[in-house]
């Protein structure tokens, strides 16, 4: 059991010095800022027990989650700093297709159950990925079926088994993931070949069958821009089932954010627009590349936009720290390889602490910090 402190003035008066800080950091050089970063980390330690991600975001509904391996859970670094900041989890690998049945009919859920009772035994909820990820089912056995019918019954088989192994423990499931390309046309894949677009509905009314009282989402990558073709063919999908009664609840964004793929201008306009359509909406996979106060700026907006969109039910941080990143040379989470939190940490915490406060910072940039 957590056991935390609750003191709001504290936190509050924590995370606008920190806020003052990153804003301070580029102007004040690299020895203040280094100064400035050093006080901050030691305010933390002292104070994270009253001043965490997992509290903060609880208190306004919404949750915080992070991507978790399986083989990690026997480091207590590593745990440590999951059940204390984080309150969902999403296994990264371990409920793919190749992963749960390896052969066909024969499902194996050591690893993922593993995840989900460290969640259930720390008050965590579960979010399962990648039920059909067009992109990513490689198993010979998937790919030497050569008939709709064949297909078809795999498919519906997986979902069902996989959901009904994890009734009332999972709450919500990314049904399809990764179905569309850039150009806005369904991905080329075993499942399209066979089954054509339809096995996207197919899908999602198996999913409903199986497990009556999980949210069933969509996720993809790179539909961020609203203005994109890409984005467009997924917001006309799920238009068209809300239309026709398709039981889709959700809409997840993988979010992962480059230099040559930043974040876009109207991010917060494209979680609206697929709000207004009557499903939740999820920033199901996010991390930054870059370090200090540039990829610290760029959380702070995602985590604002989230806040100001009424359906965004929270997000997750795609890794726990940059050392368990499946791209750690891109530094692209909340904690160093060390563990200690960085300067993105305070930029995700300030927003939502504000909040809850009921401080307008909650929707300043951190440079506004400074206005007169």
């Known amino acids: 059991m957590r056991h935390h402190a609750h003191q709001p003035t504290r936190a509050l008066a924590l995370v606008l ?46 949750h915080i989650g992070a991507a978790t391996l399986g083989n990690k859970l026997g480091d207590p670094a590593y745990t ?12 990264e690998t371990e409920l793919e297709w190749d992963s749960v049945e390896p052969l066909q009919g024969q499902f194996v859920f050591t690893r993922a159950d593993q995840i989900v009772a460290h969640a259930r035994a720390n008050d965590m909820t579960v979010r399962g990925r990648s039920l059909i990820a067009p992109s990513s089912v490689h198993s010979a056995w998937f790919s030497n079926l050569r008939s709709a019918t064949s297909v078809r019954a795999a498919m519906n088989h997986h979902i069902t088994s996989v959901l009904t192994h994890y009734r009332g423990q999972i709450r ?12 806005g046309a369904v991905r080329r894949s075993h499942f399209e070949t066979y089954l054509g677009r339809d096995f996207i509905e197919t899908a999602f009314r198996t999913a409903r069958a199986a497990d009556p009282t999980a949210t069933l989402c969509y996720s993809d990558f790179t539909i961020d821009d609203f203005d994109k073709p890409k984005t467009q063919a997924v917001y006309a999908m799920v238009r068209d089932f809300k239309v026709r009664g398709v039981p889709i609840d959700c809409v997840g964004f993988q979010s992962h954010f480059t230099p040559t793929y930043p974040m876009p201008a109207n991010y917060q306009r494209t979680l609206a627009e697929f709000a207004a359509l009557g499903v939740e909406v999820q920033v199901s996979e996010l991390d930054v590349a870059g370090s200090g106060y540039p990829q610290a700026e760029i959380y702070r907006r995602v985590v604002v936009a989230c806040l100001a969109t009424l359906r965004c039910s929270g997000l997750t941080v795609w890794g726990v720290r940059d050392i368990d ?6 530094t692209p989470v909340l904690f160093d390889a060390a563990g200690n939190p960085k ?14 406060a009921s401080s307008p910072i909650a929707t300043m940039s951190v440079n506004a910090v400074m206005a007169p």
């Not at 050093?38 to 001043?51: C, I, W, Y």
């Not at 990143?325 to 891109?330: A, H, I, T, V, Y």
């Open 325 to 330: 990143s499946w791209r750690s040379g891109d």
């Open 343 to 356: 300067p993105a940490y305070y930029a995700v915490l300030c927003p939502i602490a504000a909040l809850a």
């Open 172 to 183: 919500s499931w990314g049904v399809v993931t990764e179905a569309f390309t850039e150009t």
């Open 80 to 91: 440590g700093i999951l059940d204390r900041e984080f309150n969902s989890v999403t296994p």
């Open 17 to 62: 010095a920190l806020a003052l800080a990153l804003a301070l950091g580029p102007a004040i050089g690299p020895v203040s800022a280094a100064r400035a970063d050093h006080t901050a980390r030691a305010d933390h330690t002292a104070a994270h027990a009253a001043d965490t991600l997992r509290d903060s975001f609880a208190a306004r509904g919404r």
